[in-house]
């Protein structure tokens, strides 16, 4: 049960709170970013979809994806 809720709540900062959606191309801003009260930029490293490395950083509003190279 424990597992079960660390993966929501990391689902939930990582697609939440970011407005990212997965797509065929990879990572994607589709919504606004909505981060919790009093909280003004948030940054996540070392995303691991399909093979691929993305960084990605929320502020003023904005989402940023990286795709790191190899």
Request: charge should be positive; glycine fraction near 12%.
């Amino acid at each position: 049960m424990v597992t079960t809720g660390a993966g929501a709540f990391l689902h939930q900062v990582i697609f939440g709170y970011t407005g990212v959606r997965i797509s065929e191309e990879g990572l994607k801003a589709v919504y606004p970013p909505m981060l919790a009260n009093g909280v003004t930029e948030m940054s996540i490293s070392n995303i691991m979809f399909r093979g691929n490395l993305y960084d990605v950083s929320v502020k003023d509003g904005t989402t940023r994806i990286v795709r790191k190279l190899d």
